[in-house]
């Protein structure tokens, strides 16, 4: 299934503009009946300039449906003074916020085509981590809406922001939580993801979708993070863990008998040697890490996962087994319909 799309999908690459706290004025409008403006959440600066349009998931828009004869004239049996009837254009937006605040129907809202569309993926026998987990139901969503996510420069910011519908920029986030920030396998899965969606594989993504990454290191750390792994997206520290943790990642000390495809030429031992290695460079390099930020990597046991988010609801995720258990590129490319 292919939709129309109004925007190219850029919005959570490099390429974006860095994300702006809501002023008072907008957080009035957010609870507003109309749509509110799209925020750009991204914390790099962009290598060359794109102006990016609203994206179709900011706008909110009902049908209007022709009332009867049955909605307009009394019949004769019943001639009592009837209240008028509210078009269904004129039903506020409800969008989706904190723990107090209103979430969507799913059963009103969804596009019919879209369960049909990821069924394909749940039962798709060559593709098993297509299959999704559990989702977090809007509870759980809830529940993280406000915990913080940290840019580079140790700017606050709600992790609800990113696939809010009143923030995000495009209709669809997929979020990727790694490991600690020294973790081999989670830089050569970030190394793979690089190359395997290019920037012309982002432009040409179907539906807009915004892709971030989400680590458990410090966040002053970040720019390290970038440089050894090459990763364009946007990445952002979770230093409390609170956001893996809720949303069901857990921690494990199984290292994974598969090797998986971005490993394919990576075996255990030089996996292991490599993030020693990495660490020594790291620490020669007058601009790397400094001794102290050896242990402020992030948790050595905590396991990530994928999450896409699609009109501020989960519909797809995948949680770690073990170390070395990121879904495959293949997989994510095959989600986004960048292949067949």
């Known amino acids: 299934m292919a939709r129309d799309r109004s925007v190219s999908p850029v919005g ?25 403006t799209s925020t750009s959440t991204s914390a790099n600066t962009m290598s060359f300039s794109h102006a990016s349009q609203p994206s179709s998931a900011s706008t909110m828009q009902s049908s209007t449906t022709a009332p009867s004869s049955a909605d307009t004239a009394p019949s004769s049996a019943d001639t009592s003074p009837r209240p008028p009837t509210t078009p269904s254009h004129h039903k506020p ?7 107090a605040r209103s ?3 799913a059963a009103s809202d969804a596009d ?12 798709d026998p060559d593709l098993s981590l297509a299959r999704s987990d559990d989702c977090p139901d809007r509870a759980t969503l809830a529940a993280v809406y406000d915990l913080p996510i940290y840019q580079s420069d140790g700017t606050a910011q709600p992790f609800g922001s990113l696939y809010d519908p009143a923030y995000a920029l495009h209709q ?9 920030f020294y973790c081999g396998a989670c830089q050569a899965y970030l190394q793979a993801l690089s190359t395997g969606i290019t920037k012309e594989d982002y432009f040409g993504i179907p539906v807009p979708t915004s892709i971030f990454v989400i680590g458990c290191g ?26 893996f943790k809720k949303l069901g990642m857990s921690v494990s000390m199984n290292i994974g008998a598969k090797r998986p ?25 007058p601009d790397g890490i400094r001794k102290r930020d050896i ?25 770690m087994r073990n170390y070395r258990n990121h879904a495959e590129v293949a997989v994510l490319r095959k989600l986004l319909e960048l292949d067949e």
């Not at 390429?15 to 409008?29: D, L, M, N, V, W």
């Not at 937006?93 to 723990?99: D, K």
């Not at 002053?220 to 946007?234: A, R």
């Not at 030429?265 to 993030?275: H, K, V």
């Open 218 to 243: 410090k966040p002053d750390l970040i720019p390290t993070y970038k440089k050894m792994t090459g990763c364009p997206f946007p990445i952002f520290a979770d230093p409390s863990r609170q956001l």
């Open 261 to 285: 495809e971005y490993m394919a030429e990576i075996s255990a031992p030089r996996w292991a040697y490599g993030q020693v290695t990495t660490i020594r460079k790291s620490l020669k390099d």
């Open 12 to 36: 959570a690459s490099r390429f974006e503009r860095p994300y702006a706290p809501p002023s008072r004025t907008a957080s009035k409008k957010r609870n507003s009946p109309t749509s509110p």
């Open 295 to 319: 242990v402020r990597g992030g948790n050595m046991m905590q396991i990530g996962g994928e999450f896409l988010f699609d009109e501020g609801e989960v519909v797809w995720c995948h949680r």
């Open 112 to 123: 019919p085509d879209t369960d049909d569309w990821f069924a394909r993926f749940r039962s």
């Open 93 to 99: 937006a409800i969008i989706m916020h904190s723990p």
């Open 172 to 180: 669809r986030q997929l979020v990727l939580f790694v490991r600690h």
């Open 103 to 105: 979430f969507p129907s």
